[in-house]
Nanobody, 125 residues
């Protein structure tokens, strides 16, 4: 069974940057789309970004477009989220997920995801 472990979260001032990583073990994620979600305190989990199996197609929620960049290195079985120009409203636990299909749409609309435990991002204003 594939396991996902996120890292890279922390405390940063508004306007700063963080790079999250999601490392997979116990199996390959090469043939699957992957994505990032986040859950802020008292709110439901929301989609942030998705990337298809090859890394050539990405998709973002409107609130992070132009600020966040999702990428992956299949040779390292790892996905990344570069977060720039961070805002206080980006504060949340960020979770990575592996979809059951290979397309970015499988991340947004799918339900059979494998999830990581999450990494906390706190942006101070």
């Amino acid at each position: 069974q594939v396991q996902l472990v996120e890292s890279g979260g922390g405390l940063v001032q508004a306007g700063g940057s963080l790079r999250l990583s999601c490392a997979a073990s116990g199996g390959t994620v090469t043939n699957y789309a992957m994505g990032w979600f986040r859950q802020a305190p008292g709110k439901e989990r929301e989609f942030v970004a998705a990337i298809n199996w090859s890394g050539h197609a990405t998709y973002y929620t409107d609130s992070v477009k132009g600020r966040f960049t999702i990428s992956r290195d299949n040779a390292k079985n790892t996905m990344y989220l570069q977060m720039d120009s961070l805002k206080a409203e980006d504060t949340a636990v960020y979770l990575c997920a592996r979809a059951s299909g290979s397309s970015s749409t499988d991340v947004v609309g799918g339900t059979s995801h494998i999830w990581g435990q999450g990494t906390r991002v706190t942006v101070s204003s």
